[in-house]
């Protein structure tokens, strides 16, 4: 059974930063691409960001492109997001996200995962 486990939400000042982990398990990590997505309120879960199996390739949403990075470490099964220059539009549940497959045939799809964690709150504040 495939667990992720967010951890590193709160609440930050606008143009502050944080970082999100997400623990992955139940599988051999580095064989699957990993995501981010982010849902506010009313609205419908959106992609934020994706990495590759092997961590070379990265794909952002335009809203958080030169702001957030992605990264993995796949030594210890995390997936992580560096978030700087936060705005109060980031304000939102921040979502870790995996595949059920080993193909991916759109990182920006969120029913292209099969996996997610529990989430965890942003809170940007003006």
């Known amino acids: 059974q495939v667990q992720l486990v967010e951890s590193g939400g709160g609440l930050v000042e606008a143009g502050g930063s944080l970082r999100l982990s997400c623990a992955a398990s139940?599988?051999?990590?580095?064989?699957?691409?990993m995501g981010w997505f982010r849902q506010c309120p009313g609205k419908e879960r959106e992609f934020v960001a994706a990495?590759?199996?092997?961590?070379?390739?990265?794909y952002y949403a335009d809203s958080v492109k030169g702001r957030f990075t992605i990264s993995r470490d796949n030594a210890k099964n995390t997936v992580y997001l560096q978030m700087n220059s936060l705005k109060p539009e980031d304000t939102a549940v921040y979502y870790c996200?995996?595949?059920?497959?080993?193909?991916?045939?759109?990182?920006?799809?969120?029913?292209?995962?099969?996996?997610w964690g529990q989430g965890t709150q942003i809170t940007v504040s003006s």
């Open positions: 996200a995996a595949p059920g497959r080993q193909y991916v045939g759109s990182y920006y799809d969120k029913l292209q995962y099969q996996y």
């Open positions: 139940g599988r051999t990590f580095s064989n699957y691409a």
């Open positions: 990495i590759s199996r092997s961590g070379i390739s990265t």
